[in-house]
């Protein structure tokens, strides 16, 4: 029988790297997507999840719960995302808010983009806490109050962020949607 | 006001659709990994700090009768080794099957009217396991039996007030709460 996440936490707290092994196994992919769709690439959200995982690994000890394990280490992914968001966003100005510079770029210089690109390419467009409020709550399909609890934002705050990005995105995809 | 709102989830869930398409990662995701967990390891004992010959490793073997009698031993042993080496290294309480495997946690405070300890050994709740008050005025304690392993813990004052042990190591989870670090391992007594 596959042992708990409770028995696996505590293993690793002994120095147990099998089973931090098997913790990797069995979250592996689980929040993968939700790294990519806030980096932006595949390649970025491998190093976040590295990241995450080694937080995890030497944080171990403060997952005050270790029957929900996930629901922590989805609060890492969720802080090392904002991390990584935040730090590019310094540094590159694509990042930068700047819809129509975006729109021009779509129409223009790549008019036979993929719908998905379109989607992703103004989804990076919105300020990063939107992008992370409408992921989880429609990529990711959580409910409020789990989003409440992996971000540590209020939930109303949180139904005016989906909102807004909702509002956004409807301005940036005018065109392509016409809802 | 309705027909917004249906409005904004059919375009919610047009937009959302196709990023729902799940993504993997490398397939030495994992390789790479646990290579970097495992240098970690290797940094960590190679970096360990040598014990000094008064707090090296003992082991100390108790039949049940005199188990209460050892354990305020160890305690005044585990007590000074924590309070004399906290500051430069993380205490280390050991212990064995067959050895005394008790912990004893005191803290003094002479406001307090009450102290509980929580750790990750009692699930983090603050009624379980009480300090008791002893006969110095101000000075609380409780001896526990834990398991070999990494423990973190905190004290709660008056029922409400978090404190972290102040002769110990300090960790800090996600969100900036901080708890102690105890490290409870096989076959010696001593601090590292």
Not at chain 1, 88 to 105: G, I, K, N, Y
Not at chain 2, 38 to 47: D, L, N
Not at chain 2, 82 to 104: G, K, M, N, Y
Request: glycine share 4%; net charge neutral; aromatic share 8%.
């Amino acid at each position: 029988m596959a042992e708990s996440d409770r028995q696996l936490v505590h293993a690793v707290r002994s120095g147990d790297l099998d089973a931090f092994a098997a913790l990797v196994g069995r979250y592996r992919d689980a929040y993968t997507r939700f790294a990519v769709r806030m980096t932006g690439s595949q390649l970025d959200a491998d190093d976040v999840m590295q990241s995450v995982w080694m937080r995890a690994f030497r944080n171990i000890g403060a997952c005050k719960n270790p029957d929900r394990f996930g629901a922590w280490l989805y609060q890492i992914v969720i802080n090392e995302c904002r991390t990584y968001t935040s730090r590019r966003a310094q540094r590159d100005s694509r990042f930068v808010d700047d819809p129509a510079e975006t729109l021009a770029a779509l129409s223009v210089s790549e008019p036979d983009v993929a719908l998905r690109d379109e989607i992703e390419k103004a989804l990076e467009c919105l300020p990063a806490e939107q992008r992370e409020a409408f992921v989880l709550k429609h990529v990711e399909e959580l409910p409020y109050e789990q989003m409440a609890e992996i971000t540590g934002v209020g939930v109303s705050a949180l139904k005016m962020r989906v909102c807004r990005a909702c509002e956004r995105l409807r301005e940036l995809l005018e065109g392509v949607y016409h809802a | 006001m309705r027909d917004n709102e249906a409005r904004d989830r059919e375009f919610a869930e047009q937009i959302a659709r196709p990023l729902r398409e799940v993504e993997l990662l490398a397939p030495d995701f994992e390789a790479r990994l646990m290579a970097q967990a495992r240098a970690e390891v290797a940094r960590r004992e190679a970096t360990r700090p040598r014990r000094s010959w008064w707090i090296t490793g003992r082991v100390f073997v108790a039949s049940p009768l005199t188990t209460l009698a050892m354990a305020a031993g160890i305690a005044v042993v585990a007590a000074a080794s924590t309070l004399v080496v906290a500051r430069r290294a993380q205490p280390t309480i050991t212990a064995s099957r067959d050895t005394v495997e008790f912990v004893r946690f005191v803290l003094v405070d002479s406001t307090a009217r009450s102290v509980s300890v929580v750790g990750d050994f009692n699930g983090w709740k603050r009624d379980e396991t009480p300090l008791n008050a002893t006969s110095k005025a101000g000075v609380w304690s409780v001896s526990l039996r834990l398991s070999p392993g990494r423990h973190e813990y905190a004290f709660i004052v008056d029922g409400k007030r978090w404190v972290v042990d102040p002769a110990s190591i300090a960790s800090s989870d996600e969100f900036g709460t901080e708890s102690s670090v105890l490290l409870v391992s096989p076959a010696r007594i001593g601090a590292s």
